[in-house]
């Protein structure tokens, strides 16, 4: 977004997560581009705290309520603002001194925050998929009545977006997103259904929060990415999908109808997309580690499983069903990733809780935002009940 200032002023909404802490790590060593206008977190406090002290945004928001006194306590001394809630969350996207909203936040909790700073023409740096899953069709409506655009930072989008640079839309031929296989790509389908929350946080490559580590074990992350790109980039779901690459160096790649395959390739470390999400497509100084071509004995490249990782194919289904089958599917995800973590199921009960809810929840071809918000709340509900049977 152009400013008359001459750094970026950044709402982080997420700012004690994975993504949240890395992409103040970019700020830091930005040279000064960039301001920080507000921090949000979800309930890490004391890590908010510290974090508002050495950045001094105007605003630090925590959403439980019952921390808020702890917040206004410490950051009193400093001037700096502070507030509690979904609410000021939702609200504080549209501050006159916020350009860019990074939504970091995790799950159906970065919609609404979303859908308000496009409202109010900010750009937005997107890192949480979740928004683009269960309400990509309003997404899009409003960006085209918005001066709002989105820069995404998942590391496959992000891939994909660089490797359209300067490249004629009509000219693709397909996207092809790389998914690592997460930590059970080797396992037996038996071993698999055995599964502890203690296995599937185990990523191999990435460092990532516990809700996206399951949703990688599963692959459901996938699915969702797929959905993901459908709507950032205007290409049909048939010319979308997914190929395993546990090495994850290469991000995604784009072949074009001529034949060729444009694909970018980097160490498994977000600092990179981040950095390209808040430079607007333009590219700021390095702060990953740098590939290394010599390192790199092998890359390899298979097909999902999708007898063991059934959950992949809710991508195919969900744009092919449309309205607001996305939007169920997230739902009874988040309550079943959540239980499974928590120990309440076993691994292959996700996928089951989210395909025997799907058609208990009303189907609404062209959902409004109050729709999609009831949704979700009736998804989560038939989701616990199911889970509550087993």
């Known amino acids: ?9 950044l709402a982080i909404l997420g700012s004690t997560g994975s993504i949240g802490t890395q992409t103040l790590d970019v700020v830091e060593h930005s040279g000064g581009q960039y301001r920080i206008s507000v921090l949000a977190a979800g309930s890490r406090v004391d890590d908010l705290i510290s974090q508002a002290i050495k950045f001094k945004p105007q605003l630090a928001i925590i959403a439980r309520r019952d921390l808020a006194g702890i917040l206004a306590d410490a950051l009193s001394p400093y001037g700096i603002e502070t507030a509690s809630g979904p609410e000021a969350l939702a609200e504080a996207v549209t501050r006159e001194d916020v350009d860019m909203v990074v939504t970091a936040t995790v799950g159906f909790s970065g919609l609404l925050p979303t859908v308000n700073a496009i409202m109010a023409g900010k750009d937005i740096a997107l890192a949480n998929k ?14 085209k009545q918005s001066s709002s655009r989105i820069y995404p930072v998942d590391s496959e989008h992000s891939a994909i977006a660089q490797c359209l640079v300067g490249e004629d839309p009509e000219s693709v031929h397909r996207l092809i997103i790389t998914a690592s296989g997460g930590p059970f790509r080797s396992w037996p389908a038996r071993r698999i259904a055995e599964a502890t929350a203690k296995d599937a946080l185990k ?11 399951i949703d990688s074990a599963t692959m459901l992350n996938k699915a969702f990415e797929i ?27 784009v072949e074009f109808k001529d034949g060729a395959i444009k694909a970018q390739l980097g160490v498994p470390d977000m600092h990179l997309p981040i950095a390209y999400a808040l430079g607007c497509g333009k590219r ?19 097909e999902p499983d999708i007898k063991r990782f059934p959950a992949i194919t809710l991508a195919q289904y969900a744009l092919e069903r449309g309205g607001n089958t996305s939007c169920i599917i997230n739902g009874a995800n988040e309550i079943a990733n959540a239980a499974f973590i928590n120990g309440k199921i076993g691994f292959n009960d996700i996928y089951k809780c989210i395909v025997n809810i799907i058609d208990s ?6 959902p409004t935002l109050e729709d ?17 049977s087993l």
């Not at 390095?286 to 890359?299: E, G, N, Q, V």
């Not at 999609?372 to 509550?388: C, F, M, P, V």
Request: with cysteine; glycine share 4%.
């Open 227 to 253: 959905i993901e790109a459908h709507y950032l980039f205007g290409i049909a779901p048939e010319r979308i999908r997914a190929v395993v690459h546990p090495q994850s160096i290469v991000h995604s790649m």
């Open 1 to 9: 977004m152009d400013t008359p200032n001459k750094f970026t002023r």
């Open 361 to 366: 929840v009303e189907f609404v071809e062209h």
């Open 284 to 302: 700021l100084g390095c702060i990953s580690p740098r590939l290394k071509l010599s390192d790199i004995y092998t890359m390899t490249f298979e």
């Open 372 to 388: 999609l918000l009831e949704t979700d709340r009736k998804a989560r509900h038939k989701a616990s009940e199911y889970i509550s």
């Open 130 to 143: 979740e928004t683009l899953v269960v309400a990509g069709s309003l997404i899009n409506r409003l960006l």
């Open 203 to 213: 990523h191999p490559n990435w460092s990532m929060g516990a809700k996206i580590t």
